[in-house]
């Protein structure tokens, strides 16, 4: 687990973007980086905050 104060606020905004998507795509009894999948199997909680977090550095570079 990452410790807040040890962290750079680049990391930090990355890892709650993560979780932020994490929570959308898993509700909110999801567990932090599951490995749990969705009905079709294709993605895990952790494959789509990951997913999400790609999407967002390539759109908002920058900004």
Known sequence: MLKLEACPPETLRE??????A?????GDRSQVDSKAKD???RLSLKNYGED???S????????
Do not use: S
């Open 52 to 54: 999400v977090l790609k």
């Open 15 to 20: 890892r709650l973007i993560e979780r932020v």
């Open 39 to 41: 009905i079709f199997g």
């Open 22 to 26: 994490q929570k959308h795509f898993g």
């Open 56 to 63: 967002y550095k390539q759109n908002f570079q920058g900004c």
